[in-house]
């Protein structure tokens, strides 16, 4: 059988060693890759192989059809949907499974095994595979976009698996007009790990382009969408701070409030735009009337009952009020971040968020915001939640990730 692959695919295909990776950008051919890499295997001699996805329905929906699409029905014995099972014609049988409770990927024993999109899975599952192949002597491959410093940048940095790298650009059927486009609107870390394949290291400062350039004084118009991002607390702050969008989709931020021990009711005044005397003794009143507030936007957690405020959820506390337009957002914390980043520093270089000097901890916590660092000096993925900076950076968050999701919305 013949396959049109392209160079990156073809150096992958060819490995001989016994581990191997392809790390691709999206779209780079990754699982087509390892696709046609685990029917060489099967089709070779007979064998037990496996193909080991994140989830079942990235099995159903992309790698079974992708096996169906390249091995063609004259090798095919029999396929059972319920089983998730193929046997060829010459002996040879593949397993498709989920790795979503990894503990039921024991008892297999292989000849070879092909996991896909291996970098948003937890070491373990390599682990348990490598097992699996030890009394065979078998072979095990990898395809996966970069997911930081993890477990698979550890394997590839100590050369214990062979790896071909391929940037999206490597795939001569992806137009470079759409790679171009991906470039302006990301952040230039995301946009290498995606588009790349580059390994980036997530330590620090988790938003490290912010600067000079996105703090500007920032004059509310009367005539833009203004939003109130909002991480509610008690203890720990809560913080709110009034945006608005522009025709250009640029984040502006005017103002902010960032107080412990505040009240439902003191909250509700702040947002009807009231002076008001904040637990730390300033006087605060909004320059922007409740009339113009579009959306108070917020995390999830708001919605769920709270023992301070006598097991009422805040959202239905300041429903009482007569604040109603109160919309909760949830999704990932890393791609809500990614996010951030994209509107601090496009991969162009161009800032599209800003913040009014006067949000002095505004500013203080974007350049403080920072991972965790393990003895090894590894980070974390999530930002460390040191109840500092991370209520302002979560409301903003939240903004953001509501934004991204109603693009049309952007456009006044």
Same mark, same amino acid.
């Given at each position: ?170 795939? %001569? ?51 833009? %969408? ?52 904040? %637990? ?133």
């Amino acid at each position: 059988m013949k396959y049109k692959l392209s160079f990156k695919q073809g150096q992958f295909i060819n490995i001989s060693d016994r581990f191997s990776a392809f790390i691709g950008g999206v779209r780079s051919g990754k699982s087509f890759a390892g696709t046609v890499k685990g029917i060489k295997f099967a089709r070779r001699r007979k064998s037990i192989g496996a193909v080991i996805a994140p989830t079942y329905p990235m099995i159903r929906d992309v790698l079974i059809p992708l096996w169906q699409e390249l091995l063609p029905a004259k090798f095919v014995k029999k396929y059972s949907r319920s089983e998730h099972k193929l046997w060829l014609k010459n002996g040879s049988v593949v397993l498709f499974r989920s790795a979503e409770i990894p503990e039921r990927l024991y008892g297999l024993t292989l000849h070879w095994f092909h996991i896909d999109e291996a970098a948003t899975l937890p070491r373990r599952v390599w682990d348990i595979m490598m097992s699996r192949v030890i009394s065979t002597r078998g072979y095990g491959f990898i395809t996966t976009t970069p997911n930081g410093h993890n477990w698979v940048y550890e394997l590839v940095k100590s050369g214990e698996i062979s790896s071909v790298f391929a940037k999206t650009s490597d795939n %001569p059927l992806i137009d470079p007009v759409e790679i171009e486009r991906a470039r302006k609107i990301l952040d230039s870390k995301f946009f290498r790990q995606q588009y790349e394949a580059s390994f980036e290291a997530y330590l620090g400062q988790v938003y490290d382009d912010f600067g000079e350039r996105n703090i500007v004084p920032i004059v509310p118009h009367a005539d833009l %969408p203004t939003y109130i991002a909002a991480d509610f607390g008690w203890r720990h702050p809560t913080a709110l701070v009034w945006a608005q969008v522009d025709q250009e989709n640029n984040i502006m931020l005017f103002d902010e409030v960032v107080e412990s021990f505040l009240t439902p009711d003191a909250i509700a005044k702040i947002i009807r735009g009231e002076k008001v005397r904040l %637990p730390s003794g300033k006087i605060f009143k909004s320059k922007i009337p409740i009339g113009m507030i579009r959306e108070i936007i917020t995390g999830f957690e708001a919605s769920q009952s709270r023992q301070e405020s006598g097991g009422l959820a805040i959202i239905d506390i300041l429903g009482d009020e007569g604040i109603r337009n109160i919309r909760t957002v949830g999704g990932s914390i890393v791609r809500g971040i990614f996010d951030v980043r994209a509107k601090i520093l496009s991969a162009e270089g161009e800032p599209h968020l800003f913040v009014d000097p006067h949000c002095e901890r505004l500013i203080s916590d974007f350049r403080g915001y920072h991972y965790p660092e393990n003895a090894k000096g590894i980070a974390s993925e999530l930002p460390e939640k040191d109840n500092i900076h991370d209520h302002t950076m979560d409301a903003v968050r939240y903004l953001i990730t509501a934004l991204t999701d109603r693009k049309k919305e952007w456009t006044i």
